[in-house]
């Protein structure tokens, strides 16, 4: 359990907690209550990592996937659940009218909700997000980069909200992608 949850004895006894109320009284917690329900938290995590992206909170982001990373998350696997999330933001983004729960990969009713979140993002930015993932994906599996903070930078940069005009020089302005 402290593979998956971390070592951090708050966290430990409140997913203790979370066990013994999902197991019943009196019964033994063994290994498969663990993998069935530590699990789920980890899903969860994830989801609350995409809600952050989405509402581009940086500190939240970064918050929840240290959380992922300290609980045994490997940074390919995260890498691919970030890619899949920027890509349904880019679906949605493009979708004419609401787009079909079954295409994004995800229950019908966040799809509201991932609607106007990909409504923060142009486009342009979605794809340059995934070229991004990709090219960190490729350096941490050659050993040019250390993925987790490579995937914390990216995190903040993404998520960093941006005025809608930054200047760049007296008398001179433009507007940002995202």
Known sequence: MVELVGGDLLRLRS????????????????EEAVAEHVASTREHAVWELQDAISAKQPLAAVRVFRRLVDEGGEAP??????????RRLL??????????PALLGMPAF??????????????????????ELANIDVASKTG??????????????FCAT?????????????????
């Open 15 to 30: 997913t203790l907690e979370k066990l013994s109320i999902a197991v019943g009284p009196r019964a033994t917690i063994g």
């Open 110 to 131: 966040r799809v509201d909700k991932l609607v106007a979140a990909a409504r923060r993002f142009t486009p342009a930015r979605l794809r340059a997000a995934i070229d």
């Open 77 to 86: 696997a995260l890498v691919g659940a970030l890619v899949a999330h920027v």
């Open 144 to 157: 040019e980069t250390e993925p987790v903070a490579a995937l914390e930078e990216w995190l903040t940069a």
């Open 91 to 100: 679906l949605a983004r493009e979708a004419q009218g609401t787009p079909n």
């Open 162 to 178: 941006q005025s809608l005009v930054t200047t760049q020089h007296v008398g001179r302005s433009r507007t940002p992608l995202s």
